[in-house]
């Protein structure tokens, strides 16, 4: 019986964010320090500091119940360390943000073109065969402060990079 979850991790290069259209949300791709001190050096730092780099936002979709889950990692158990030394900087770890009744055709579309550009993986389940139709609508508006806890932690996080690189070039 095939799972009816999909869910889908974000690895960009550069190690960017991803603008999930139909989430109406940027994602947060994983942060690997050792990549980010190739073009920038004193995020070698930042790789003693997160030796595992700082996970993506993982996307969770309910094939069965039509449902998605943008779910932050930095809130299982498996993340404490990171989570921690990160709350100790001040920065906010957001919560999960749920969407209910999503149009799946628009997300199974959105997360096929991801893979295939390179910037996501499946870590759990597999795309179906029938990804539906999309649909022509605008992106769904999202809670407002969902949002901004994303953006937020996405901004904290380059500001974390920036500032003990700083501190590594003193």
């Not at 932050?72 to 158990?77: F, K, N, V």
């Amino acid at each position: 019986m095939k799972s009816s979850i999909l869910e889908v991790s974000f690895d960009l290069p550069h190690d960017g964010n991803l603008f999930f259209v139909p989430a109406g949300l940027s994602l947060r791709g994983r942060r690997d320090f050792m990549r980010i001190a190739a073009h920038q050096p004193s995020a070698v730092m930042l790789h003693t500091e997160f030796p595992r780099g700082i996970p993506s936002t993982l996307l969770r979709l309910s094939l069965d119940e039509s449902a998605a889950t943008l779910v932050e990692p930095l809130r299982t158990e498996e993340w404490i360390p990171e989570a921690e030394k990160m709350r100790a900087k001040g920065i906010e770890i957001p919560q999960d943000v749920q969407f209910k009744h999503v149009h799946l055709g628009d997300w199974l579309h959105e997360v096929k073109r991801a893979i295939d550009a390179g910037y996501a993986q499946i870590v759990k389940g597999e795309l179906p065969r029938d990804l539906g139709e999309e649909s022509r609508k605008a992106a769904p508006t999202s809670d407002q402060k969902a949002e901004d806890r994303f953006d937020k932690l996405c901004g904290l996080v380059e500001t974390l990079i920036a500032g003990l690189a700083s501190a590594a070039r003193k």
